[in-house]
């Protein structure tokens, strides 16, 4: 006996099961009127609607190439994309979400009106947030869901160092070399003439070769040779009496502050030394995706940085830590 399952859209009786369609799909046929048709569920258009965006902003198809692909016109995909461009999306973490690691950088996506702050964890799972700026309110605001972490890794942002230390005075903080060496290089260029310049570049460049705390030791010891050997070039001033290497200076001022926190690693052996897993895997997805899709306005962006976060993945964890239990992203 077959079953009556479903309402017929012009006589209001309950339809039966008819086959199925050339493409599969299950027909149905009213008793009264004599006519088949099929059941167009909205969760199941939504689904294909949200398949066809996404497939448009995470591959280098065109929108025509992706229109072609699904049997539609350009128009009428642009159409069905309008509504999830209405929508706000953010990746924030959960309240109280736990991590033993967290990386974290920022990445602009509008000039310097929007930025997304990222922080990924140990098991690679992305969250994000919005800001209007990189600053230590904005930072607040989104590390302040997090539990406080085994260890921090960042740039040279004050923002972040500022939030780890006033409110998680028990998490480590790691410097990332990369920056570190970037930072020295802005100030004195690769080349720089004076020699005391050439040495401090030498000696950021082993940074990299640190592996024991002996090494530590030993690369200690040679900035504080460095320090006193040109210390008459850092106090030698010019004619008007100011000083006359202000850049090196600085560098030195640099160096001194970032110095506690330039070896965390070795305390944290899975503890990376930069932050290139979010530069060189998040950022460059984001900066790929902006290129490719260059011209979106403002809120078009946050909608693509969100889907492209969101579905972001890797083959394999960086990380050997163990895995926490992380909810699904919508």
Known sequence: ??????????????????????????????????????????????????????????????????????????????????????KNPDGMAPLGYEAHLLIVDAKFIHGNELCALIAVTEADR??????????????????????????????????????????????????????????????????????????????????????TIAGRERWKLLHRIWEKQFEKVFNEKNESGNYAHKKLRSVRSILRRALPNLFTYLDYPECPTTTNLVEGWVNAALAEALRRHRGLHLSQKKILVSIILSHLTREKPARTFPEKDTPNFP
């Open 1 to 86: 006996m077959r079953k009556y399952n479903e309402q017929c859209e012009v006589c209001g009786v309950r339809m039966r099961r008819h086959g199925m369609t050339k493409s599969g799909t299950e027909r149905y046929f009213c008793p009264v009127c004599k006519k088949t048709t099929i059941i167009h569920r909205d969760d199941t258009r939504l689904r294909h609607e949200r398949d066809r965006f996404v497939a448009w902003l995470t591959s280098p198809d065109s929108k025509t190439e992706i229109a072609k692909r699904y049997g539609l016109t350009r128009r009428a995909l642009s159409y069905e994309f309008r509504s999830f461009f209405a």
């Open 126 to 211: 992305i969250f994000w947030q919005f800001a209007n700026d990189e600053n230590y309110e904005t930072w607040h605001a989104c590390l302040t869901r997090f539990a406080p972490p085994a260890v921090v890794i960042a740039d040279g942002e004050k923002g972040v160092a500022q939030y780890v230390k006033r409110h998680w005075p028990t998490t480590a903080f790691q410097r990332c070399h990369f920056h570190m060496v970037k930072l020295v290089i802005q100030y004195l260029s690769r080349h720089p003439k004076e020699e005391a310049g050439q040495e401090i570049l030498k000696l950021m460049y082993r940074l990299k070769t640190v592996k």
